[in-house]
């Protein structure tokens, strides 16, 4: 899909300035099956879940499986089925590349070289979310412009080059941390126990810790300068 094609499907309205619903609602109805929920069971991707579902929406709702997450993140999964009954569809890393991976470097190798540690999120994270956006139009993420300076160019509704130009949803983008709270404890929807623990973005377990400064990426790949924490599946321009 092109510039133009994607100011069609939008009319040329300026996405930017719908509410979070109204681009959810949106993107159901543009797309329907071609419409993918990322979810790695954090805040924000509870709330889009959550949204959808109010709304009368079942996408296809894709999980990474990094094979490094939180034990409470598998927990978690049991009660969300419980309440959306969503239609999931794990991914997991390549396993000879994977294999490679830690043959050469060590299961934690991440830890004392930027370049592994991209090489890591490559194949634990991007390379399965790219086999999961295959064939499909769009996909749904819950990217906030609040949670740090590189996110703050996120728009509602953009192309994304990263994967095949397909048309990438982030309905949360102006949306304060404060906002999803109140939402989620208005809606009561579940959410991750870590959160009870200080933890203010889930990830890998290694990778992730609590944020008590309330920074919220804090907390993610913290050894790192803070410009360098990202794994390349989430590239603003």
């Known amino acids: ?133 295959e064939g499909h139009r769009a996909w749904m993420a819950g990217l906030r412009r609040s949670q740090c300076e590189m996110r703050q160019a996120t728009h509602k509704v953009a192309m994304d080059p990263v994967h095949q130009g397909i048309v990438k949803i982030c309905p949360l983008a102006d949306w304060s941390w404060e906002q999803v709270w109140a939402y989620a404890k208005e809606h009561s929807v579940p959410m991750h126990p870590l959160y009870e623990r200080g933890y203010m973005s889930i990830g890998c377990a290694p990778c992730t810790r609590p944020s008590p400064s309330g920074d919220e990426r804090a907390g993610r790949w913290w050894w790192e300068a803070a410009e360098l924490r990202e794994d390349g599946v989430h590239v603003v321009f």
């Open 1 to 133: 899909m092109d510039a133009s094609e994607l100011d069609q499907l939008t009319l040329g309205q300026d996405m930017d300035t719908r509410s979070a619903t109204e681009v959810a609602g949106w993107a159901a109805e543009k797309f329907r099956d071609d419409l993918i929920l990322s979810c790695g069971f954090a805040a924000d991707d509870m709330i889009l879940l959550d949204m959808l579902y109010r709304i009368g929406a079942s996408p296809s709702v894709i999980v990474v499986d990094s094979g490094r997450l939180f034990p409470e993140t598998y927990e978690f999964i049991d009660k969300v089925i419980d309440r959306y009954r969503p239609r999931l569809t794990f991914y997991f890393p390549d396993v000879f590349q994977l294999g490679s991976y830690l043959v050469n470097h060590g299961p934690n190798a991440f830890r004392h070289d930027h370049g592994l540690r991209l090489a890591c999120c490559e194949i634990r994270r991007h390379e399965p979310l790219k086999k999961a956006l």
